[in-house]
């Protein structure tokens, strides 16, 4: 079973349910967790882990073009095939900006001189912890500066799956884009994550069109519910039977998180609030 | 007016507040007088329009990009390629045609040039819609927006950027705002290039001290000028974020406290309304 968990919007809570499921997961199942904002992973922060990893492995998963200066006559066939507007012919000589290469190999194939190579860049770091929890947690960290977040995904979920486990829990990036493609791609079910505010609600409904996309089943939590409670049951009387369940905003969790406790070692009402998702999400398994 | 200044406004972290402090900040201005038009380059996921109670309506331009599309009777089923789409987006069922994988195709075209049949052939979808709406007389927001489900959405910031700036010329605006989406990556790089000053939005937890890092790396390695912005800077503890502005010598520009007016504008999309800076 592999399970992610996703919102569109960034910081409505998806890595504070994520890493809560897997603490109280890991107590019957064997499980891994992969951490997928490979762009700003903060899964481990909300699992209690500071930057000890068992294994720290730079990784390449992506290829950028190369113009051999000798060969290219600066006719300009790369630049026009590029859709990613990577490639300007400067002083007649073909000029990629790494910036902006995804690697696609397009280039390469039209080159009539054979002047453009893919090399291989090292674009992030994965890292590896089995945790004071007894499970093991995937994550990396995408170079700043460097592309190809989707592919680090793909990385990482294809290691994640040498781990004996009952359950995959994947914690999905904000947006709707290469890498929350790449965590969706695949898994069995969806937690979907909102808060009641116009965007939240705006942006779970452009995350859905990914998840509908691959036709994965999907449940719905509400966080910061009492933030503004009518538009709460305005998105729950949306979501239908896809509603799972609510959790309050509690200024306390800022606090949590700041002694490094995971929500669900705290007393705080979100933790039992997050249990009974928990039994929620049990029954919609079985 | 003088020469038009860029400021970008981003953080790496997802719910730090972007879209308030690039608001606030344009109020702050207006206030002044200035003319500023306000780029939306979350393009995943714009919220700019909803937090102004703009509507977005009939879009002023409309991105296309090139996606392939098999033509059965001239292909072969030799494979090359799916062999050869770094995107794994093709897929070769043993003994059938190729099956293209819309969701996962960055529309690079390598495909339909390899093919040595040419039975591989183009067509042209929307990827993308940018929208201008006028908030106030001196006030104009500019949004790019993803339409349906798109695997590289870099193409659509630079287009619906170079749209915005076409705008602000045509204004004669002072300020160029621009909001960018959350995370390091190309849509956030595309977005950023080209500003004069980056504003990056964090907040008083290890998480927005952890991601605030890596934005400041980002905007260093593209040598973007940079200032911290601290949201809800009375929650939590600021310990972490005064010490990187402090080791890497980045003012901290403002802190704004934890306000239930300021969540309630946020949530009702009343912010222009909120003077706050």
């Given at each position: 079973?592999?399970i992610a968990?996703?919102?569109?919007?960034?910081?409505?809570?998806?890595?504070?349910?994520?890493?809560?499921?897997?603490?109280?997961?890991s107590?019957?199942?064997?499980?891994v967790?992969?951490?997928?904002?490979?762009?700003?992973?903060n899964?481990?922060?909300?699992?209690?882990?500071?930057?000890?990893?068992?294994?720290?492995?730079?990784?390449?998963?992506?290829?950028?073009?190369?113009?051999?200066?000798?060969?290219?006559?600066?006719?300009?066939?790369?630049?026009?095939?590029?859709?990613?507007?990577?490639?300007?012919?400067?002083?007649?000589k073909?000029?990629?900006?790494?910036?902006?290469?995804?690697?696609?190999?397009?280039?390469?194939?039209?080159?009539?001189?054979?002047?453009?190579?893919?090399?291989?860049?090292?674009?992030?770091?994965?890292?590896?912890?089995?945790?004071?929890?007894?499970?093991?947690?995937?994550?990396?960290?995408?170079?700043?500066?460097?592309?190809?977040?989707?592919?680090?995904?793909?990385?990482?979920?294809?290691?994640?799956?040498?781990?004996?486990?009952?359950?995959?829990?994947?914690?999905?990036?904000?947006?709707?884009?290469?890498?929350?493609?790449?965590?969706?791609?695949?898994?069995?079910?969806?937690?979907?994550?909102?808060?009641?505010?116009?965007?939240?609600?705006?942006?779970?409904?452009?995350?859905?069109?990914v998840?509908?996309?691959?036709?994965?089943?999907?449940?719905?939590?509400?966080?910061?519910?009492?933030?503004?409670?009518?538009?709460?049951?305005?998105?729950?009387?949306?979501?239908?039977?896809?509603?799972?369940?609510?959790?309050?905003?509690?200024?306390?969790?800022?606090?949590?998180?700041?002694?490094?406790?995971?929500?669900?070692?705290?007393?705080?009402?979100?933790?039992?609030?997050?249990?009974?998702?928990?039994?929620?999400?049990?029954?919609w398994?079985? | 007016?003088?020469?038009?200044?860029?400021?970008?406004?981003?953080?790496?972290?997802?719910?730090?507040?972007?879209?308030?402090?690039?608001?606030?900040?344009?109020?702050?201005?207006?206030?002044?007088?200035?003319?500023?038009?306000?780029?939306?380059?979350?393009?995943?996921?714009?919220?700019?329009?909803?937090?102004?109670?703009?509507?977005?309506?009939?879009?002023?331009?409309?991105?296309?990009?090139?996606?392939?599309?098999?033509n059965?009777?001239?292909?072969?089923?030799?494979?090359?390629?799916?062999?050869?789409?770094?995107?794994?987006?093709i897929?070769?069922?043993?003994?059938?045609y190729?099956?293209?994988?819309?969701?996962?195709?960055?529309?690079?075209?390598?495909?339909?040039?390899?093919?040595?049949?040419?039975?591989?052939?183009?067509?042209?979808?929307?990827?993308?819609?940018?929208?201008?709406?006028?908030?106030?007389?001196?006030?104009?927001?500019?949004?790019?927006?993803?339409?349906?489900v798109?695997?590289?959405?870099?193409?659509i910031?630079?287009?619906?950027?170079?749209?915005?700036?076409?705008?602000?010329?045509?204004?004669?605006?002072?300020?160029?705002?621009?909001?960018?989406?959350?995370?390091?990556?190309?849509?956030?790089?595309?977005?950023?290039?080209?500003?004069?000053?980056?504003?990056?939005?964090?907040?008083p937890?290890?998480?927005?001290?952890?991601?605030?890092?890596?934005?400041?790396?980002?905007?260093?390695?593209?040598?973007?000028?940079?200032?911290?912005?601290?949201?809800?800077?009375?929650?939590?503890?600021?310990?972490?974020?005064?010490?990187?502005?402090?080791?890497?010598?980045?003012?901290?520009?403002?802190?704004?406290?934890?306000?239930k007016?300021?969540?309630?504008?946020?949530?009702?999309?009343?912010?222009?309304?909120?003077?706050?800076?």
């Amino acid at each position: 079973m592999k399970i992610a968990i996703a919102s569109g919007k960034g910081g409505v809570g998806k890595s504070m349910l994520a890493s809560s499921l897997c603490l109280l997961l890991s107590k019957e199942k064997k499980i891994v967790a992969v951490d997928a904002d490979v762009d700003a992973p903060n899964l481990h922060i909300w699992l209690g882990q500071k930057e000890n990893w068992d294994l720290k492995k730079e990784i390449s998963v992506l290829e950028k073009a190369v113009v051999d200066k000798s060969k290219c006559v600066g006719c300009g066939a790369c630049e026009q095939i590029c859709a990613f507007g990577a490639i300007e012919v400067v002083n007649r000589k073909a000029k990629v900006n790494q910036l902006f290469c995804e690697g696609c190999g397009a280039c390469e194939v039209v080159c009539p001189n054979k002047a453009i190579t893919l090399k291989e860049v090292k674009n992030a770091q994965i890292r590896v912890k089995k945790n004071v929890f007894g499970f093991p947690l995937l994550s990396a960290q995408l170079y700043p500066g460097e592309t190809g977040s989707g592919k680090i995904v793909d990385e990482l979920k294809s290691r994640a799956e040498k781990f004996k486990y009952q359950t995959m829990v994947i914690d999905a990036p904000a947006g709707t884009g290469c890498p929350v493609i790449a965590a969706l791609n695949g898994v069995d079910r969806a937690i979907l994550v909102t808060e009641p505010t116009p965007s939240g609600f705006a942006d779970l409904k452009r995350v859905l069109q990914v998840v509908n996309s691959f036709k994965v089943p999907w449940k719905l939590v509400i966080n910061k519910w009492d933030l503004n409670p009518e538009k709460s049951r305005q998105i729950k009387a949306w979501a239908k039977n896809h509603f799972l369940g609510k959790i309050s905003y509690d200024q306390n969790i800022f606090k949590a998180l700041s002694s490094l406790r995971p929500i669900i070692k705290t007393d705080l009402p979100a933790k039992e609030e997050i249990l009974k998702i928990y039994q929620e999400l049990l029954k919609w398994w079985e | 007016m003088g020469k038009l200044k860029k400021i970008s406004v981003t953080g790496g972290k997802g719910g730090v507040g972007k879209s308030t402090v690039a608001i606030l900040l344009a109020n702050k201005l207006l206030a002044k007088g200035k003319k500023v038009v306000l780029l939306d380059l979350d393009v995943e996921c714009p919220n700019d329009y909803l937090l102004l109670s703009q509507k977005l309506t009939t879009p002023v331009k409309k991105i296309w990009a090139q996606f392939p599309k098999l033509n059965k009777a001239k292909c072969t089923k030799c494979g090359l390629c799916a062999r050869n789409c770094r995107s794994q987006a093709i897929f070769m069922p043993p003994g059938g045609y190729p099956l293209f994988v819309s969701e996962l195709c960055s529309g690079c075209g390598l495909c339909w040039h390899l093919c040595p049949e040419k039975a591989i052939e183009v067509e042209k979808k929307i990827i993308g819609e940018v929208f201008e709406n006028k908030v106030s007389s001196n006030f104009h927001l500019i949004t790019g927006r993803v339409v349906g489900v798109v695997d590289e959405s870099g193409p659509i910031v630079t287009k619906a950027k170079e749209h915005g700036l076409k705008i602000a010329k045509r204004l004669k605006a002072d300020y160029f705002l621009v909001d960018t989406a959350v995370g390091l990556h190309c849509g956030v790089i595309r977005a950023l290039l080209g500003s004069d000053l980056s504003l990056a939005v964090t907040e008083p937890t290890p998480l927005g001290a952890h991601d605030l890092r890596l934005i400041l790396d980002l905007l260093k390695k593209l040598k973007i000028k940079a200032k911290i912005i601290l949201n809800q800077a009375d929650l939590g503890d600021k310990k972490e974020i005064l010490k990187i502005s402090k080791e890497r010598k980045i003012k901290l520009e403002k802190e704004i406290p934890y306000s239930k007016a300021l969540a309630q504008a946020y949530s009702k999309g009343k912010l222009k309304e909120v003077n706050f800076w």
